[in-house]
């Protein structure tokens, strides 16, 4: 089975590096957002612009009637997952051409593991409330796979960075800091990678659960460390976890510490573009598109 329609509910960040990474120039892709604003941005990326703000208009009905692949990546809220609170009997009785659904989640769900090596079917223990939520969505989407009778993919990704989104951008900003916590380490992957795993799993029609994630879980001190002697330039001063100035997010984000594997993605039979963060600098650097898109942090999930 081929990839016709893919409508992606929530085209943000990694949504349009998936419009942009269209293996085929036949494939129609189609993506929500809650703002017109943002339409011409994602036609840029390929993408024909959807308003979604909670429920379904008439013209999302008719491209989801037509659509092939669903590819989700949208946070859910205290309501739930606001995807399948608007359309889940829509995708069950009203989408008979649909073939895969794609859901794009965190490595947060995994809560804190003391910095030991994870895997697809290690114990998810989610720390914060937008982790709970995260696990519940997912075990909703893989429910309606049941249900429906389709492969549903639950991909799980770590620390979103890439072009606009990077050290290199928060040391041009002046928002870089290298904060020093003993043995900490995170994941990281770059938007390319998710594009590239989402399109070689929806080529597939293949579901499951699989961790989105380079190869080299490091401290977050180093990155900022290698941006800052790529550019020539003075990294900022180190400064203790204890006495930094965070918010609550960022503060709660140093309280999971683990490594996450990404082998069953490679099983698969994903070749990643980036598997490590200096590869993806370096190319970032040389081509001069490190500033470019959107400059979000980098250590934003899902």
Same mark, same amino acid.
């Given at each position: 089975?081929?990839?016709?329609?893919? =409508?992606?509910?929530?085209?943000?960040?990694?949504?349009?590096?998936?419009?942009?990474?269209?293996?085929?120039?036949?494939?129609?892709?189609?993506?929500? $957002?809650?703002?017109?604003?943002?339409?011409?941005?994602?036609?840029?990326?390929?993408?024909?612009?959807?308003?979604?703000?909670?429920?379904?208009?008439?013209?999302?009905?008719?491209?989801?009637?037509?659509? $092939?692949?669903?590819?989700?990546?949208?946070?859910? @809220?205290?309501?739930?997952?606001?995807?399948?609170?608007?359309?889940?009997?829509?995708?069950?009785?009203?989408?008979?051409?649909?073939?895969?659904?794609?859901?794009?989640?965190?490595?947060?769900?995994?809560?804190?593991?003391?910095?030991?090596?994870?895997?697809? $079917?290690?114990?998810?223990? !989610?720390?914060?409330?937008?982790? =709970?939520?995260?696990?519940?969505?997912?075990?909703?989407?893989?429910?309606?796979?049941?249900?429906?009778?389709?492969?549903?993919?639950?991909?799980?990704?770590?620390?979103?960075?890439?072009?606009?989104?990077?050290?290199?951008?928060?040391?041009?900003?002046?928002?870089?800091?290298?904060?020093?916590?003993? @043995?900490?380490?995170?994941?990281?992957?770059?938007?390319?990678?998710?594009?590239?795993? =989402?399109?070689?799993?929806?080529?597939?029609?293949?579901?499951?659960?699989?961790?989105?994630?380079?190869?080299?879980?490091? !401290?977050?001190? @180093?990155?900022?460390?290698?941006?800052?002697?790529?550019?020539?330039?003075? !990294?900022?001063?180190?400064?203790?976890?204890?006495?930094?100035?965070?918010?609550?997010?960022?503060?709660?984000?140093?309280?999971?510490?683990?490594?996450?594997?990404?082998?069953?993605?490679?099983?698969?039979?994903?070749?990643?573009?980036?598997?490590?963060?200096?590869?993806?600098? @370096?190319?970032?650097?040389?081509?001069?598109?490190?500033?470019?898109?959107?400059?979000?942090?980098?250590?934003?999930?899902?």
């Amino acid at each position: 089975m081929s990839v016709d329609k893919m =409508v992606i509910f929530g085209a943000g960040y990694s949504g349009k590096a998936v419009g942009r990474a269209k293996p085929d120039a036949g494939i129609r892709i189609a993506g929500t $957002t809650r703002s017109p604003e943002k339409f011409e941005a994602l036609r840029q990326a390929g993408i024909e612009p959807l308003v979604f703000d909670g429920s379904l208009t008439d013209e999302l009905v008719e491209e989801l009637a037509e659509t $092939t692949h669903l590819l989700i990546s949208i946070a859910p @809220d205290e309501a739930g997952d606001p995807v399948l609170n608007a359309a889940r009997e829509k995708i069950l009785r009203g989408m008979p051409k649909l073939q895969w659904i794609g859901y794009l989640s965190t490595v947060g769900v995994y809560g804190d593991h003391g910095g030991a090596w994870v895997d697809e $079917t290690a114990e998810c223990r !989610p720390v914060s409330r937008r982790s =709970v939520m995260r696990l519940k969505a997912e075990q909703e989407w893989l429910a309606l796979g049941v249900d429906s009778g389709l492969p549903v993919a639950v991909m799980r990704l770590s620390g979103i960075y890439g072009p606009g989104r990077n050290a290199l951008v928060n040391l041009t900003n002046g928002t870089a800091k290298r904060l020093i916590k003993p @043995d900490q380490v995170f994941n990281r992957i770059h938007g390319e990678d998710i594009a590239g795993a =989402v399109w070689a799993l929806a080529r597939q029609d293949r579901g499951g659960i699989f961790n989105v994630t380079d190869d080299e879980p490091a !401290p977050p001190q @180093d990155v900022v460390t290698y941006a800052a002697k790529l550019m020539g330039a003075t !990294p900022p001063p180190e400064i203790p976890f204890e006495t930094a100035q965070l918010s609550p997010m960022a503060r709660s984000f140093y309280g999971e510490n683990k490594r996450v594997s990404n082998a069953a993605l490679k099983a698969a039979g994903y070749l990643f573009r980036y598997a490590d963060y200096r590869t993806a600098f @370096d190319a970032m650097w040389a081509a001069g598109n490190w500033n470019e898109g959107e400059a979000r942090s980098p250590m934003k999930r899902g």
